[in-house]
Each structure stands twice: as C-alpha cells, then as structure tokens.
C-alpha cells in the first residue's frame, strides 16, 4: 500500500482490498472487538465516515450520496484494520517510510520521463496518476520523510542519498511546475526553521535561518523580477497606435483589453482581414481553430507578434519565422516562454489572472483566482443551511444554485465545488458538521503528541494546508492520502503511548 499510492485509481484500490481480506483471513475478531470497543481514537477516526451516512437522512442526491460514501471508504476503513491489528515494530514502520519514498521516486521519474518526451505540453499534465495538486502534498511529505532520515541515518553515505532524493524532488516539482506544492514546501521550510531554533542545537539552527532567509531572498527576487517584467511598457515608436497598415487598410478597432506581452500592448495595430489572409501561407493550420491549451490560434498568434514588437498585419507575419509559427501552432503565446522555465511561464500566467480579475473579467480557468469564487459560492450555501447543511452528495446541486443566485461569472463547466475542506464539511454538514470535523483533526494530534512520529508533525501540516485550497476528501487519491498516513502514524503513537512497543 506504501508504494502503490503513488500511483492512483486502481493501484490503490487492490492493495485496499487486499488489506481488508488479510484483516478477515486473520481472524481474532474477539480480541478485534474487545480493542474496537475500549479505544476512542479509532471510534473518532470512523466518525467522519459514520457522518456521511447521517447525511444520507437528510439528502436529496441519494445516488449521488452513495457513490460518495464509496469513495469515502478509506476513512472507516484504515482506522478500523489498523487499530485493531498489532502494532508494527519499529524497524518495519521504517521500511514502509522506505516503500513509500521508492514508490514516490519511480513515479516521479516516470512523470518527468513523460514530460521531456512530450514537449509543448502543458507541464501539469505530467503528473500522469493524479491531479498535479495531490502529486503536490505526495512529493512534500517524500521530502520531510527524507529530512528525517537524514537526521536519524549515521551512514554520510546514506545521508549523500537522501539530500540527493530531496534535490531531485525539488527540480521535479519546479520542472512540471507544481506551484502549489512548491508554495506548500517553503511554508514547511519556515516551521521547520522555526522548530529548529526552539529545539537544535546551535549549528542546526544557524544552518536553518540560513536556508531560510537564502529561499525567501531568491522567491522575493524572482516574484519582483518577474512582475517588473511583466508591467514594463515599451516607449518606442513600435508601441504606438496607429491607424492604417502599410498596405493602407484601417486597423481594428481597440480591444477592451491593457495586457502587454514583454511590454507591447496587444490590443494596438491589429488588421484581422491581412492576418487571415497570410496565415495559410505560412501554416496548413487553420486560423480559425484552437491551440493545444486550449486557446483561440488566432488570439495566440496575436499575442506571439506583441511579444516580438510586430504590428498585427501582413509586415508583421512577414517578419515571423519558421520556428515562430511553430510556437504559435503550439500555443505559445510569448516567444520568450519557447525556452522559458515552466516556473517562470506560471507566474506570468498568474499575473495575467490577477489583472483580469480585477478588471472583472470572467475568472473561468483561472486555477487560483476561480477558488474566490468557489468560496463565495460555498459561503452563500452556508448561510441558508447553517446548522446541518444540504447532506451527503447533494453539495454540486446547492452550487449550481448559488452560482444562479449570485450571478457568477463563471462559465458553466467551471462552476465546481468549494475547493476548501472546511468550507466542503460545512456545506454537507453544516456548523455542527465543522465541529466534529475540528475535533477529529485535534484530539488525537493532543491526546497522543508524546509519541507521534515526527514524520507526522509534517504530514498534518501538509494536510491541513491543502485543505485551505482543495476538497482533499473528496477524491479517491486525496482522502487515500490523508487517511492511510493518518491512521498510520495514530495507530503507531496509540500503541507507543500505551508501551506495546
């Protein structure tokens, strides 16, 4: 199960199965029973499955309720095998940290391997068995596993591996461009500095503020860099608006539209008429088609000649070249992200996002701006069902009618969920519901904080940050992750706690 997680859908659903009938073949369901009964924690740990139940009472979505309690069956079902299992001993809970870092390694080779031999791809789409966003929390928690071992290993020759696993991570995340799980390894680098200086020795804590200060130094330099480049307004005369071509047609008129591309505006000097009629012969692509983003070519080709200066008419198409419409074809839109880190590409990407965001421009596609509008939506479905929300499976029909009501400008395909664990635990549930939830996340961490593994300390701080921005237990991978290591590392402390080991 370890190593197999890192491979999503069906990987995970056998080693699920099969753990379930080793449990059953093992028989002892006296001694099963008699554990079950006395342990608080194992009966907290099912409560959030119990719950999904109560909120079949009370739904309207009966079917689609039922397809999520199927996908939430790894919440009831680790906390059940494993706390009423005997404990692992310590040597083979460390193997199992080892199963799990090779699984995460040959799945990020595989991902990488996959992104290089398919160039022009959006690097996202790399992470082959999951969204990009759980390979995100996957990759991080590989990472704090390899910083423990790194402490507690004594062979330098094992340590040179590890520090060598987290720097091929590390290049990973930047090169498929994991922005969130990026995002999420700096904050876990600043808790980590932190508890470095309240609890290592002197050398340690140097060492920490120095990677600390060294990463926020070269984030704030890249973030100002890039957002200086990208509002840079060329002065030329290149970037003046003129009224007729040189082939004496009248430029369109202006878009409602202030995007520069490396500081040329893209709504001046724009003749459609001589684009569309140059384009066939430089491309056997139709204008009138989309890119592989997908975006309208013609508006990528547009952007293209901004980027290079070019008016938009046929002196301008005459000046691209053969590698330049290849990049057009390819949905390039800047001839300067031909070549660019996906990093960079993303940030730009971002930038664009926010200036149309507050120009109120639809949101719709905009991976980080949209989430406003998902909590606006999730907000306005609370407040009218405060006390127990709409119940289990029937939280996409409430949006769609907050959508309606509230007049989103989102387009129809884009009108998703809350994208935030509590907000999705409120919706379904209600207050009361957010409650339980709460008091599941913290009585254990409280109860059991003297014998957690240290490993553990990370991964809820990776969980509960992602369950600011993303339904984690709302898909097969997600409460896959968050349950198996949760029930984990409890179960270990449980048993530590209680000297069975």
């Not at 009370?58 to 404990?87: Q, S």
């Not at 966003?133 to 402490?151: A, D, E, H, P, Q």
């Not at 390819?330 to 200036?355: H, I, M, P």
Request: proline residues 3%.
């Amino acid at each position: 199960m370890a190593g197999s997680i890192m491979f999503g859908g069906f990987p995970i659903s056998i080693p699920e199965f099969i753990l379930f009938g080793n449990w059953l073949l093992e028989g002892g369901f006296i001694r099963k029973w008699q554990t079950f009964k006395t342990n608080k924690i194992v009966w907290l740990l099912m409560s959030m499955y119990v719950l999904q139940f109560v909120g079949l009472i009370y739904t309207n979505e009966i079917k689609t309720g039922i397809d999520f309690i199927r996908i939430m069956i790894p919440i009831g079902l680790f906390p059940l095998v494993f706390f009423t299992t005997e404990p692992l001993k310590k040597i083979e809970f460390k193997a199992l940290l080892y199963i799990f870092i090779t699984g995460l390694i040959i799945s990020s080779l595989w991902c990488l391997i996959y992104f290089f031999t398919h160039p022009g791809m959006d690097p996202r789409k790399a992470a082959r068995f999951m969204s990009h966003i759980r390979l995100g929390l996957f990759v991080n928690l590989g990472i704090s596993t390899l910083v423990y071992l790194i402490f507690q290993e004594r062979e330098s020759l094992k340590k040179m591996l590890f520090a060598l696993l987290i720097i091929f991570l590390i290049y990973f995340m930047i090169q498929v461009s994991l922005i969130t799980g990026l995002a999420l390894l700096v904050i876990l680098t600043i808790l980590f500095t932190f508890y470095s200086v309240l609890n290592q020795n002197v050398g340690i804590k140097i060492i920490s503020i120095i990677i600390l200060l060294s990463l926020l130094s070269t984030i704030l330099f890249f973030i100002k860099s890039e957002w200086d480049s990208y509002k840079y307004v060329d002065t030329s005369a290149a970037n003046s608006l003129q009224i007729k071509s040189v082939s004496g047609r009248i430029y369109d008129p202006l878009l409602n539209n202030k995007h520069t591309e490396n500081g040329f505006f893209i709504s001046n000097n724009i003749q459609s008429e001589e684009l569309e009629k140059e384009w066939p012969r430089k491309s056997a692509t139709p204008l009138n088609k989309y890119d592989p983003k997908p975006n309208a070519l013609i508006w990528t080709l547009i952007r293209y000649m901004s980027s290079k200066g070019l008016t938009k008419d046929s002196v301008g198409m005459q000046q691209l070249s053969g590698t330049d419409i290849q990049n057009i074809e390819k949905g390039v839109t800047n001839y300067k992200y031909a070549d660019a880190s996906a990093l960079r590409k993303r940030a730009n990407q971002f930038f664009w996002e926010y200036e149309d965001y507050k120009e109120n421009f639809n949101p719709s596609g905009n991976t980080v701006l949209m989430r406003l509008e998902f909590w606006k939506a999730a907000i306005y479905i609370i407040e009218r069902n405060l006390l127990f929300g709409v119940g289990t499976g029937d939280a996409q029909r409430a949006f769609n009618k907050a959508y309606l009501r509230t007049n989103t400008n989102l387009s129809f395909e884009w009108r998703l969920r809350s994208h935030n664990q509590f907000l999705a635990i409120t919706v379904s549930f209600g207050i009361s519901g957010l409650i339980l939830f709460i008091f599941y996340l913290l009585y254990p961490i409280i109860k059991l904080r003297n014998t957690l593994h240290p490993v553990y300390f990370a991964f809820f701080c990776i969980a509960l940050i992602s369950f600011l921005t993303e339904d984690t237990l709302e898909s097969q991978t997600g409460v896959t992750f968050f349950s198996y290591f949760n029930s984990l590392f409890l179960w270990a402390a449980y048993y530590e706690n209680d000297g069975h080991r």
